[in-house]
C-alpha cells in the first residue's frame, strides 16, 4: 500500500541523520520503514525493544560499545523506541556525529527525549504520523466507489488491514491491540500500575463517544479521582488510541466550558470496548459512530499531511452543540454531522448569534468526500 507520508519520508531518509515516526501499534510501521530503506538500497539494522532481552542487553552495554554497535549501519531503526532507557544518549551521540548511523525512531508512544529536540523534529518536518489506512488510501487501493459501499464495515470494523482480512476475529484482534497498548507500549516513565482501571475508562469512554464527559463522572463510577482519569485519557491520546476534544467557548453566556469529548482514532478500537460488533441496523449509535469515524479521519489526514490544527466542541446549556471546530490559521469552521443522507444538520441559532464569521457546515451519507481529504 502506497501510504501519503511514503514519498516525503522516503526523501527525509537521503539527508537527515533523526527521523520520528509515530502511530499506534499493528499498524505497520516497521514493514513501512523498512519498505522505504529497501527502496534506497542502504544497509540497515532493526532493533525492537518490545522484546525484553533485547532491552536487558542495551541496558548492559557502555557508552563505547553503544557506540560500536551503531556504527555498523547506515541506518538503524529502533522499534517501539518509547521503551529504549538509553534513547537521548545515543541521540547525543548522532548528533555530535560520534555515531555516524542515521536513527528511525518507531514509536507507538511517546519516546524518552528531551523537549527541544521534539520541537526541533517537529519544526524541520521529520515527525511523521502513521496510524491505520485512512479513507483516501483505501481509495488508492480499493477505489472510492467500492469504499464507499464498505463505509458500514469501516463503521463497524475500522481500518486496520488485519481486521479487514478477518472480520470473525476483530474483537479478539482489536482487544488485543488495545491491551498490548496499555501493558507494554506506553513509556519508561509512563506505565499504568491500575491497569483495570484504565480499562474501565477507556470502557466508559467508549459507551460515551458523542457525548459531553467530565472526569470527575468517570472517576465516580470507577473509584478514583479526577486528575487520575484525566491522565489516563491524556497518556491514551498520546498511544495514538484516542482523541480528546476541549470544549470551545470565549466566555458567552449558557457555553460549556469544562467537558470534554472523546473519540477514537478506529472505530474498530471502539467497539471492542463495547463488544459490539452488530450492523447498523441493529444499533442506536449509528450517529456517533458516524461521528467518530470522520472526525479520526479528518484528524489522521490533516497529521499526515502536516498539518497540526486545534480541534474543539461547542455545547450549550440549552443542548445546542456543534460536533466538532477545526481551528486553521486563517479559517475556523463548525460541523454537525448525521449519517441519513436525507437530513442535515442546522447551525445552533445561539452559536451563530455568538459566531457569525465561523464558516458552517454539515455533513451527511453523501457529502463526507471533501471533508475527508480537503487540505
Not at 139 to 157: P, S
Not at 303 to 317: I, L, P, V
Request: hydrophobic letters at 40%.
Amino acid at each position: 500500500m502506497q501510504r501519503i507520508i511514503e514519498s516525503s519520508f522516503t526523501e527525509q531518509l537521503k539527508t537527515n541523520k533523526i527521523i520520528l515516526l509515530s502511530g499506534p501499534p499493528s499498524v505497520g510501521k516497521m514493514p513501512f520503514t523498512e519498505k522505504c530503506l529497501q527502496q534506497l538500497g542502504v544497509k540497515y539494522e532493526v532493533v525492537d525493544f518490545k522484546n525484553k532481552k533485547i532491552r536487558k542487553k542495551f541496558s548492559q552495554l557502555t557508552e563505547e560499545e553503544m557506540r560500536w554497535y551503531f556504527n555498523q549501519f547506515q541506518f538503524v531503526v529502533i522499534g517501539n523506541a518509547q521503551l529504549f532507557e538509553s534513547l537521548q544518549q545515543v541521540l547525543n551521540e548522532v548528533l555530535s556525529e560520534n555515531i555516524k548511523a542515521s536513527v528511525i525512531l518507531s514509536c507507538a508512544f511517546e519516546p524518552p527525549i528531551i523537549e527541544e529536540l521534539k520541537e526541533a523534529l517537529k519544526w524541520e518536518g521529520l515527525d511523521y504520523y502513521l496510524p491505520a489506512p485512512t479513507y483516501y488510501e483505501l481509495t488508492q487501493i480499493y477505489g472510492m466507489a467500492r469504499e464507499d459501499q464498505r463505509i458500514e464495515h469501516r463503521l463497524i470494523f475500522g481500518n486496520y488491514p488485519q481486521i479487514a482480512d478477518f472480520p470473525e476475529n476483530a474483537a479478539e484482534l482489536l482487544l488485543k491491540i488495545v491491551d498490548e497498548t496499555i501493558a507494554t507500549q506506553l513509556g519508561v516513565e509512563d506505565r499504568v500500575n491500575k491497569k483495570a482501571a484504565l480499562m474501565r475508562t477507556l470502557q466508559i469512554a467508549a459507551h460515551l463517544v458523542g457525548e459531553a464527559i467530565s472526569y470527575n463522572q468517570i472517576a465516580e463510577k470507577i473509584g478514583v479521582d479526577n486528575e487520575t482519569v484525566q491522565r489516563y485519557l491524556e497518556l491514551l491520546q498520546k498511544a495514538h488510541i484516542l482523541f480528546l476534544l476541549p470544549s470551545y467557548h470565549t466566555e458567552q453566556k449558557y457555553e460549556l466550558k469544562k467537558l470534554h469529548f472523546v473519540y477514537f482514532a478506529d472505530n474498530g478500537i471502539r467497539n471492542a470496548l463495547i463488544n459490539n460488533f452488530n450492523p447498523l441496523s441493529m444499533r442506536m449509535d449509528e450517529d456517533a459512530l458516524w461521528k467518530n469515524w470522520l472526525i479520526a479521519e479528518r484528524i489522521k489526514w490533516n497529521k499526515m499531511n502536516g498539518k497540526n490544527f486545534a480541534y474543539y466542541f461547542w455545547r450549550s446549556h440549552t443542548r445546542q452543540q456543534i460536533d466538532f471546530i477545526e481551528l486553521q490559521e486563517n479559517q475556523t469552521t463548525a460541523y454537525r454531522f448525521i449519517l441519513d443522507k436525507k437530513k442535515k444538520m442546522k447551525n445552533p441559532p445561539l452559536f451563530g448569534a455568538y459566531y457569525q464569521k465561523v464558516l458552517f457546515k454539515s455533513i451527511n451519507r453523501t457529502g463526507y468526500l471533501t471533508f475527508l481529504t480537503q487540505k
